[in-house]
């Protein structure tokens, strides 16, 4: 099932749900629009019982360029108190669309089909799991632009590369191509060529027969431990358990376990 038609697509492949940045002309680039349709989209999804994962990807040769420069330029144009006052309001919807794909209770993964510069680089980080085809490139290219990460990367990749790789990859927006992406750990599973999303799908089909209670339970924790102490982590554990006793994919793995 394929849906959409606008800047983002959305396909159904059984319990995994593909959304795909639809501005192939832009590189995909992150407009306004998108801004609004993917948070729009996730909530829709949050509330389907049956899907098990999501993957993001990219149409055409890129997943995602970043922000969209022609878009900078125009706000250039605007008074100094416009740019700043406008500029805030962006960065608050960019802070809640990435939190919102961050927080998805779902298992979330990035199909890295091209580029993934900028802003899109900071999405595919906020995702659970990165899959990076040999055409997949990253870069924190906001130095190029004169400005600093602000898609969540300051938050996000340290923890998956060591702080001082962060720093030298921030300071100076030079780009990884896929291989070494999988090697620092910037990516989690290398992709044939041109296969990408088939890819993603696959990976995300290890996690389509676990408990969506439990993962969603275990994300929400897993995702603070790193700024956690041990007994909050423990007092978290404790509580997110207590729920996960009373879910039906546990009450049915305990019933298929004793009639074994």
Known sequence: MTSGGGVLEIERRGAVAVLALNR?????????????EIPRVLDELAGDRELRAVVLTGRGT?????????????????????????GWRRQKRTAALVQQLREFDRVTIAAVNGPAMGL??????ACDFIVAAPEARFASAFIKRGLIPDGGSM????????????????????????????EIGLADQAAPAGAALDAA???????????????????????RSFESQPEQVAQLGGEAQAIAYTTA????????????
């Open 24 to 36: 192939p002309e832009s590189r995909n680039a992150i407009d306004d629009e998108l801004r609004e």
């Open 62 to 86: 890129a997943f995602c360029a970043g922000g969209d420069v022609k878009s900078m330029d125009k706000r250039l144009e605007n008074s100094e108190d416009r740019i700043a006052i406008d």
């Open 120 to 125: 899109g680089m900071d999405l595919a980080l």
């Open 155 to 182: 938050y996000f990749l340290p923890r998956r590369i060591g702080m001082q790789r962060a720093k030298e990859l921030m300071y100076s927006g030079r780009t990884v191509d896929a291989a070494e992406a999988i």
């Open 201 to 223: 799908v696959e990976y995300a089909a290890r996690f389509t027969n676990s408990s969506p209670a439990a993962i969603g339970l275990m994300k929400g924790i897993l995702d």
């Open 249 to 260: 994919e546990h009450r049915e793995a305990v019933a298929a376990f004793l009639k074994r």
